[in-house]
């Protein structure tokens, strides 16, 4: 079982920057690959980033590539979601999201556990 918990969330104009971190409990967070997705109001949830479990591999929608990075610190149990020149259009609440057979997909659907989510709002 891994416990999640995200924080880093908060108001921000256009173009500013956040960095959200996502702390795991348990022993095993170093084995699972890790995903941050985002939920806007009356959209659906989407993919943003997710990391493999060495680190060693990354991926990021196409949205925020170039903007955003994906990393993690497996002697922190903790995986961070930098974000730079936000954009009024990334708000939404921010989850992190674990996925124990490392496969890094895009579906939630792939991931076994979730955290309670963080909101971000960019201001224009």
């Known amino acids: 079982q891994v416990q999640l918990v995200e924080s880093g969330g908060g108001l921000v104009q256009a173009g500013g920057s956040l960095r959200l971190s996502c702390a795991a409990s348990?022993?095993?967070?170093?084995?699972?690959?890790m995903g941050w997705f985002r939920q806007a109001p009356g959209k659906e949830r989407e993919f943003v980033a997710a990391?493999?479990?060495?680190?060693?591999?990354?991926d990021r929608a196409d949205s925020v590539k170039g903007r955003f990075t994906i990393s993690r610190d497996n002697a922190k149990n903790t995986v961070y979601l930098q974000m730079n020149s936000l954009k009024p259009e990334d708000t939404a609440v921010y989850y992190c999201?674990?996925?124990?057979?490392?496969?890094?997909?895009?579906?939630?659907?792939?991931?076994?556990?979730w955290g309670q989510g963080t909101q971000v709002t960019v201001s224009s």
């Open positions: 990391i493999s479990w060495s680190g060693g591999r990354t």
């Open positions: 999201a674990a996925d124990k057979w490392n496969g890094m997909g895009h579906e939630g659907a792939s991931y076994d556990y």
């Open positions: 348990g022993r095993t967070f170093s084995r699972y690959a």
